[in-house]
């Protein structure tokens, strides 16, 4: 076989083929193994990145979720919020003066009716601001007592790898075939690039 032939042909097929495989092996490597491999006849021990670092990740998305995406005073300023109580307290307020409503006899004058039920409204609504406000008490008095930072640690701990693999390549798909097939093309490159060095050399 003519030695340019291998020089510009093989050489970058090699490459491609190299920089296409080296890649996807960097990508399964980080899920797999699952669980510790020892490398026969040796004390070395594989496992894919995130598996072996799980304990290590879980701490650290714990506290960056802690402190930066729902930390205790981000709870606070979502409890306080005084359109969302209102809405609450709106909420609540006709769902009890519906049933009130339904349970209110018929027979009765409309002139006795819609004063009776005006009053009952009043009371309900106060009452309910009355509770409302000792309830936000009571849940910020709990909030402060939630372990933010424990309750995602233990469910990172948990996550099943297998589900993670199939949840991140399902989402990321056409990102993980674009790292593959970059390093096809990279590979390509760089064998032609050799290959035209080899036969700049071999004249």
């Not at 030695?3 to 090699?14: S, T």
């Not at 490459?15 to 006849?41: C, D, E, M, Q, S």
């Not at 004058?109 to 106060?126: F, M, N």
């Amino acid at each position: 076989m003519n030695r340019y032939v291998v020089d510009f042909l093989i050489l970058p097929l090699i490459g491609a083929l190299h920089g296409w495989i080296t890649n996807k092996l960097a990508i399964w490597l980080l899920f797999n193994p699952k669980n510790p491999y020892r490398v026969w006849g040796t004390r070395w021990q594989i496992q894919g990145v995130l598996p072996k670092r799980k304990e290590n990740i879980a701490n650290s998305l714990a506290e960056v979720v802690e402190t930066d995406l729902l930390s205790q005073e981000d709870i606070k300023k979502f409890i306080k919020d005084a359109e969302l109580l209102q809405q609450a307290t709106k909420m609540i307020h006709e769902r009890i003066m519906e049933r009130v409503e339904v349970q209110f006899p018929r027979w009765m004058p409309t002139a006795i009716r819609i004063p009776a039920l005006e009053y009952i409204s009043d009371i309900v609504s106060k009452e309910l601001n009355h509770l409302i406000h000792n309830l936000y008490d009571d849940i910020e008095r709990l909030q402060n007592m939630i372990p933010i930072r424990q309750i995602v640690h233990d469910r990172l701990i948990q996550l099943d790898f297998v589900e993670l693999e199939q949840l991140v390549r399902k989402v990321a798909r056409q990102e993980l075939t674009f790292i593959e097939w970059l390093g096809f093309y990279m590979g390509l490159g760089i064998g032609l690039v050799q290959g035209v060095f080899l036969i700049i050399i071999g004249h």
